[in-house]
């Protein structure tokens, strides 16, 4: 009853406010406007129009809350002049399902949204973003792009293990495709299908290093794949890089002292000899193989003497040894690949070896003694140079007046042993001369006994060796005597000639003496040797073309040669020093003659005189087989004499 009376009551009330607007009311609440028909309500002082379900309303600046509404019905293509509201949860137009529209500067968040049904070939203008997780540009399967200065890192491509594949397809045209197999060896293979394998087993060149040439190597092994090379260690070599691909070498020239005999060595370039205790012999290593190698050799102290010393046959200046005689003395020599050459001295003149025949002179010859007019004997000594077609000119005098004597050649000094006067007296004594001036010769020693016959004379780099002969009594003697260059003292035996002979003439070699032709009983061809650095007996050399005596021996660096002899022969034989062989016909002299004396250059022969009165000089080169040539005359024409040369 209380809630009908509450509603009766403001039921009343209603109706009353709608009268005095001019509506009427129904029992239900419902009012009808009297005037146009319309309905409306009025709630708790509400006043709003009610539209039908039929009916339409036009709605102006009016805002439709669809928290909790929903509008249907709506027709496809019916104007909705302003969607930017009323849509929840949208702002900004609304598209519908078949409309179209342009999206300018606009951002798909594609979080949790999928873009489906977009034509191939639709232009997506700056694709570098709203793509999920991709930075940068987008291509397309099928598209290219060239990748500059990039890094593949994880996730990505896995360059270093690559799995075993066994008959891989061939790629596409104009590409290849790199593939490892189970040898574990890679492989690639081209669009034909041809397949090259690369790396270690093939697929390029396999290449190794090695040495060339004669000389210590750069290239140590090869390990592995590994080549290694030697360092070069400074100390022995200093280098400094001037750049990247060149090295700049400076040798260091090695420097030692040596106070016992030594052997030169390659590192070596100055070496300081120290014989203030003992002698000293420098030895030098073989001139073939290093021409150009130069050695500095220097006495600091020369209280025993010190020996420089060619390696075997070859040669220092054509001699086989040189003595450097004073404190300070250095000689500079070096090598033109067969023979050692002196290229420098300084300080006081050292002494090459002074070996007569086999160190020719450069500058003069020189002829001694003899006889002239048959009966006359002369102590004349005749010096004439080499270089030029001049008469000789009065050099000096010997001790005495000597015939048929031996003759021998320091680098200094020329040397006179035995012989005889002009009653037939023999001579023990040794008379020398300096080749640089003109004075009276000094008496050097003696032979160990008095000899005459024209012995043989051969000289070493350090002595003087007097062959054959025949005594006081006239009986020929087959002993070799020898003495120094450097101190005056009486000879010492150093063997025998195998042949018994007087009248021979003598040849050296670096290091032997040669006893040629001469008289037994009749003239013999026999050619002797003995070696200097011992005492042994002479051995059988071979035999000359022609047997003759009173003959003229003359010597290169290698060969020997004898020129002249009885009777009146001008024949000039050469035979090798290397090898025993018979010698053969080298020429003929300008004048034919015996009784004749010879002296040596380095690269002629001379003879000088002769029996009759003969003056003339004539030489022939050791090169070639010619007719010997005038060289010029003796100051007296005489035979008999002896020869030697500066």
Known sequence: MALKALRDFVGRIFNKEASAKGYSADQEGLIYNNNDAEMRTQIAGADREIVTDSGTQTLTNKTIDADNSTITNLAHGAEVDDPSTGVHGVTGSVVGTTDAQTLTNKTIDADNSTITNLAHGAEVDNPS?????????????????????????EPGIDVAVM????????????????????????????SGGTETQIGAAGGGETNTASNQGAGDG?????????????SVTEGVNFYSASNTND?????????????????????????LVDASSNTVDIDLPTAVGIKGKIYYIKAIDTSFTVTVDANGTETIDESETFTLDNDDDCTGIQ?????????SES?????????????????????????????TVEDVVDKFAFSSNTTAADHGDLSAIKVDCAGQS????????????????????????????????????DLQQAKKGSPAGCSSGTDGFTAGGNDSGATKVNEIDKFSFASNTTAADHGDLNATVDY????????????????STTAVNTIDKFDFSSNTTATDHGDLSVARITLAGQSSSTDGFCSGGSVSNDTIDKFSFASNTTAADHGNLSVGRDWVCGQSETTKGFTSGGNANNDVIDFFAYSSNTTATDHGNLSVGRGRSVGSQE
């Open 129 to 153: 973003s709203g793509v999920h997780g991709v930075a940068g540009s987008v291509v397309g399967t099928t598209d290219t792009q060239t990748l500059s200065a990039k890094t593949l890192t």
């Open 163 to 190: 799995s075993h594949e066994t008959t891989p397809a061939n790629p596409a045209a104009g590409f290849v495709k790199l593939y490892a197999k189970s040898d574990d060896n890679i492989y690639v293979k081209d």
């Open 218 to 230: 750069l290239f140590k092994t090869k390990t592995g794949v590994d080549l290694e090379f030697k």
């Open 247 to 271: 090295l700049k070498f400076s040798v260091l020239e090695e420097v030692v002292t040596k106070t016992n005999d030594y052997t030169a060595t390659a590192a070596d370039t100055t070496i």
């Open 335 to 343: 090598s033109d690949g067969t023979n050692w050459r002196i290229i």
């Open 347 to 375: 300080g006081a003149a050292s002494t090459p070896a002074a070996p007569g025949n086999v160190f020719p002179g450069t500058t003069n010859g020189f002829t001694s003694g003899g006889i002239h007019s048959g009966t």
């Open 410 to 445: 320091s680098s200094t000094q020329g040397f006179v042993s035995g012989g005889q006067n002009n009653v037939g007296t023999a001579y023990d004594v040794i008379d020398k001369f300096d080749f640089s001036s003109n004075t009276t010769a000094s008496d050097h020693g």
């Open 504 to 519: 021979s003439a003598g040849q050296s070699s670096p290091t032997q003496g040669f006893s040629s032709g001469g008289n």
